[in-house]
């Protein structure tokens, strides 16, 4: 499986423009600028894109890691954080809250654990990656 997405920036840094597009067409032309980025402008980031990919990612993920233990999620719930200090990506922290029946805390931890370490945009990251999870 492939997948692709297009950037498109015109102008400086600092006061230039530039859209995102991905092959699914979620976005489109979506805006991004240094505004958006490191102030309050409107429109997306390469930070918070990879925040939604981490998080989506690793969602589904513990999903597929507690369905292998036996067990289905009613519900699961996942926050990503991102951190750019310096020009580089530091960390990324996942807050997960779940409602799965008939779970353990520890299975729980264990899957949480399991899935952090394993989805995809986990290993694609090379930063300190942490989680907090919440067995409802």
């Known amino acids: 499986m492939k997948r692709y997405a297009n950037a498109n920036w015109q102008g400086t840094g600092k006061e230039g423009k530039g ?16 505004n958006s980025r490191f102030a309050d402008g409107v429109g997306t980031n390469p ?5 939604a990919a ?3 990612c690793f969602t589904m993920k513990l999903s597929f890691v507690l369905n292998a233990a036996g067990f289905t999620a009613d519900n699961i719930d996942t926050r990503c954080d991102i951190a750019l200090e310096d ?13 799965v029946p008939g779970i353990t805390k520890e299975q729980f931890d ?6 952090e370490a394993n989805c995809p945009i986990s290993k694609l990251f090379n930063t ?9």
Do not use: M, P, R
């Open 47 to 51: 930070e918070e894109l990879a925040a």
């Open 54 to 56: 981490h998080s989506g």
């Open 110 to 115: 264990a899957a949480v654990a399991d899935a």
């Open 128 to 136: 300190k990656i942490t989680a907090e999870a919440t067995l409802v």
């Open 87 to 99: 020009g580089a990506i530091t960390s990324s922290h996942l807050t997960v809250k779940a409602t």
């Open 19 to 34: 859209t995102l597009s991905t092959q699914s067409t979620t976005l489109s032309n979506t805006q991004y600028s240094f």
